[in-house]
Structure formats: structure tokens, C-alpha cells
T-cell receptor, first 112, second 110 residues
Framework: DTGVSQNPRHKITKRGQNVTFRCDPI?????LYWYRQTLGQGPEFLTY????????KSRLLSDRFSAERPKGSFSTLEIQRTEQGDSAMYLC??????????FGPGTRLTVT | GQSLEQPSEVTAVEGAIVQINCTYQ??????LSWYQQHDGGAPTFLSY????GLEETGRFSSFLSRSDSYGYLLLQELQMKDSASYFC???????????FGKGTKLSVKP
């Protein structure tokens, strides 16, 4: 039984560059979520997919952020023109129901 | 909007019992979830209460009072490995997101 996996685990990039993260959910889970977490804070919701449909996006998700879930399997989160304020842990979670979510190990982004 | 309040830090000794409280304000309340996160790790689901009362799962129990917009996580027979951050979370009034509190950092001392 494999859990949620995320790649890469760490990413260091220079301001202005684009980055893309991948999430592979638990195979039978139709719901997939992206969160962002900074030190000392709880996860902040970014976006939610049910199967391949992106059903909800947070106001935190600026135009520079885009997420996809082709074919309702893995998902990617892209950040264009990164800024130092984008430095955070990006967490992916999957679930069958909203309130019991299973998180991946996260991708730690550092923008220099 | 939605908001959750929980203490920022709690310290207890091994073998003791600790209660972590959470009060919430939200529209369209469905239930209260609890997650554990060790330093450097991912949040892990602990429990979910949709109805008033106490839910017990081993050493951990979770309580909800919908009328008081209040819940708590009770950890019994504390072990060193319970040192972690604990987050309460509520549904964001939609089918999608969870709103997390800022977390309570529990330190278990020998």
C-alpha cells in the first residue's frame, strides 16, 4: 500500500524562475488537494480536484500558480516567475472524503 | 469567514494526560478533524467528529460540542513520540477545502 508521493522533495530556485511540482495520490482516491505551509502555521488550502476537474481555488492562488490533474491521476502544481514569498512547503493530499485527508511528504521550495 | 483558535504550545510529562482545545467560527459546519504533524513530517489524520460527543481511538480521544463551537483532543498515557504539532481543522463551507488552525506544539518531557 503506497501513500501519497511528491517530487521533488526539495527545490531551490532563483527569483523569477518557473518551478513545477508533482503529486501522485493514493490510487483509489478521487479527491486531490494542494496546500501551502509556512513555519509555525497550519496548511493553507490552495486548490482542490475531484477526478480531473479543478473544483475550487483559493484566493491565495495568484495568476502565477496553475494546477492540473490530467486523467484524474497525478497532479502538477506550477509556479511561474517565483518570488521570495513563495518559499514554503507545498503539500499534496488525497482522499475519498474531504475530512479524512492523506498527505504526502511535501516539496520544500526555497526561492533565493 | 472561518477561523480556529487553539493554544500555541502545551508541555506535559510522559505518562500524563493532556487536552488540546479548539474553538471555531465557521459557516456551514460539517465536523471537526484533528491532524498530527511531527517536525519535518507530513500531517497525519487522527480523528473526525461530525456529531456531539466523544470518539475514542486507542490513547487518543476527540470531543465535539456543536452548540459551543468547541472541541478538544485528549491524549492519554503520553509517550515521547507524541511530541508533535496538533492541528484542528474544519470544512471550508464547501465540498473542497479544509481550514486548519495554527497548531498546538506539544512537548512531552521525561
Amino acid at each position: 500500500d503506497t501513500g501519497v508521493s511528491q517530487n521533488p522533495r526539495h527545490k531551490i530556485t532563483k527569483r523569477g524562475q518557473n518551478v513545477t511540482f508533482r503529486c501522485d495520490p493514493i490510487s483509489e482516491h478521487n479527491r486531490l488537494y494542494w496546500y501551502r505551509q509556512t513555519l509555525g502555521q497550519g496548511p493553507e488550502f490552495l486548490t482542490y480536484f475531484q477526478n480531473e476537474a479543478q473544483l475550487e481555488k483559493s484566493r491565495l492562488l495568484s495568476d502565477r500558480f496553475s494546477a492540473e490533474r490530467p486523467k484524474g491521476s497525478f497532479s502538477t502544481l506550477e509556479i511561474q516567475r517565483t518570488e521570495q514569498g513563495d518559499s514554503a512547503m507545498y503539500l499534496c493530499a488525497s482522499s475519498l472524503v474531504r475530512d479524512e485527508q492523506y498527505f504526502g511528504p511535501g516539496t520544500r521550495l526555497t526561492v533565493t | 469567514g472561518q477561523s480556529l483558535e487553539q493554544p500555541s504550545e502545551v508541555t506535559a510529562v510522559e505518562g500524563a494526560i493532556v487536552q488540546i482545545n479548539c474553538t471555531y467560527q465557521t459557516s456551514g459546519f460539517y465536523g471537526l478533524s484533528w491532524y498530527q504533524q511531527h517536525d519535518g513530517g507530513a500531517p497525519t489524520f487522527l480523528s473526525y467528529n461530525a456529531l456531539d460527543g466523544l470518539e475514542e481511538t486507542g490513547r487518543f480521544s476527540s470531543f465535539l460540542s456543536r452548540s459551543d463551537s468547541y472541541g478538544y483532543l485528549l491524549l492519554q498515557e503520553l509517550q515521547m513520540k507524541d511530541s508533535a504539532s496538533y492541528f484542528c481543522a474544519v470544512g471550508g463551507g464547501s465540498q473542497g477545502n479544509l481550514i486548519f488552525g495554527k497548531g498546538t506544539k506539544l512537548s512531552v518531557k521525561p
